[in-house]
């Protein structure tokens, strides 16, 4: 069965770094655009990044600069490289499988499968 499981998150300080990985299986990750969406506190989800087939990166304007988003077809994982954390990027971060191209990247209705989540937290 098709599975993403987040790994990676933890408690840092601001300025500090860390970096998921969303492992993929029971499907064939070359395939598909990957997208990293977190939701924090009382907030709604919202795309992060998202990586297409070819390798092609998109970001939100809150992370362009600080957060780089890749994927390893052979592992079999995506990873979203977050430098210069912040407090607000507090969140709970997801990984989802893209399969409507329609629209765009951040609308999470584009999205089939969903992995359970790693939590961030940025705090001193």
């Known amino acids: 069965q098709v599975q993403l499981v987040e790994s990676g998150g933890g408690l840092v300080q601001p300025g500090g770094s860390l970096r998921l990985s969303c492992a993929a299986s029971g499907f064939t990750l070359d395939n598909y655009g990957i997208g990293w969406f977190r939701q924090g506190p009382g907030k709604e989800r919202e795309g992060v990044s998202y990586?297409?087939?070819?390798?092609?990166?998109y970001y939100a304007d809150s992370v362009k600069g600080r957060f780089t988003i890749s994927r390893d077809n052979a592992k079999k994982t995506v990873y979203l490289q977050m430098n210069g954390l912040q407090p607000e990027d507090t969140a709970v971060y997801y990984c989802a499988r893209r399969i409507d191209y329609r629209g765009t990247w951040f609308a999470p209705g584009q999205y089939d499968y969903w992995g359970q989540g790693t939590q961030v937290t940025v705090s001193s």
């Open positions: 990586i297409t087939k070819a390798g092609s990166t």
